[in-house]
């Protein structure tokens, strides 16, 4: 029977060995590795469904935005004043 406020709260005396305190810890160590396995399996789930989700609807690449030229003119010009872009070609 509990006798300090201590022992009452947690329901185990700080006594080494005690049985029902190590039951308490190994509850709480049992419930993250339940909690992280779940989410970890959650995880993988999503992985697999997203990999699904890529392969039926893949992207269908067009050609080169003028944005994009644009963009890529303007960055060029801010590194290297007077420079002029000729020709974009994607590296595969």
Do not use: H
């Amino acid at each position: 029977m509990p006798s300090t406020p201590l022992e009452k709260r947690y329901r185990c005396s700080p006594v080494a060995g005690d049985w029902e305190c190590n039951l308490q810890e190994a509850n709480l160590i049992s419930v993250c590795l339940v909690a992280f396995t779940s989410v970890f399996g959650l995880l993988i789930f999503l992985a697999g469904v997203m990999q699904l989700i890529t392969r039926l609807f893949p992207v269908r690449v067009t050609k080169v935005d003028s944005a994009v030229v644009a963009a890529i003119a303007t960055v060029l010009v801010g590194i290297v004043p007077g420079a002029r872009v000729t020709r974009i070609e994607e590296e595969r």
